[in-house]
């Protein structure tokens, strides 16, 4: 906590460049992309309706707890939201990774996306990382939204991406995906983003990197 509130601090120093920014669909983003790809929006809702069910009802059942609490460790705003997981779910359909890597999981739904995908491809393994900061944080709720089911292609490795990042780059043959969602500071960013980049396979990377 004490090395968070300091890199917070340091970015408060630095000077932010201004960003202009056009929103598109997802429709839109995917062709973009992925111009030879066909797909139906309606076919890659019906794929992820169970699960967005099943996750709207874990929040669901979390919405009434106490935060910060060992219940309810996370904010609720803290986790994707549908689009976004769409998207993901999307892209990990299309590339068909062998190796996605991920930082920061907390309830996990950004995880549960990522797996499903997985289970429909019938191949790949999601490696995640996030660690407990806090008091009322537990090992027991960080991905707890995730369905046991779609548990069997994910790796799970609990401390900071700065003790475990390296150590899954080591025993994984390149990586198709990586996604930044932990400490979002620039001294951390940063670290993971320099770790990652020589280990990300050269095809289509800019759109890998997420």
């Known amino acids: 906590m004490i090395q968070t509130a300091k890199q917070v601090k340091d970015d408060k120093k630095r000077s932010i460049q201004k960003q202009i920014t056009k929103s598109i669909t997802i429709e839109e983003g995917i062709k973009q992309l992925f111009p030879n790809y066909k797909f139906s929006m309606e076919q890659i809702k019906h794929e992820i309706k169970e699960i967005e069910t099943h996750l709207e009802k874990f929040f669901m059942n979390l919405k009434d707890k106490e935060f910060p609490s060992k219940e309810k460790p996370y904010p609720i705003a803290y986790s994707l939201d549908n689009d976004s ?33 997985l289970n429909e491809n019938e191949k790949g393994t999601l490696y995640s990382i996030d660690s407990t900061f806090r008091p009322w ?12 089911n779609l548990k069997n292609r994910w790796e799970f490795s609990q401390g900071t991406t700065r003790s475990k990042l390296k150590n899954i780059l080591e025993i994984t043959d390149g990586i198709d995906i990586f996604i930044h969602d932990s400490l979002h500071t620039y ?13 990300i396979k050269k095809m289509d990377i800019y759109f890998r990197m997420i």
């Open 85 to 117: 997981g769409i998207l993901l779910y999307l892209l990990c359909r299309i590339i068909k990774p062998n190796i996605v890597v991920e930082t920061g999981v907390a309830y996990g739904r950004s995880t549960a996306c990522i797996l499903q995908a």
């Open 137 to 148: 944080e537990t090992k027991e709720m960080i991905g707890s939204a995730i369905p046991e």
């Open 187 to 199: 001294q951390n960013m940063t670290y993971e983003f320099n770790t990652v980049w020589p280990h």
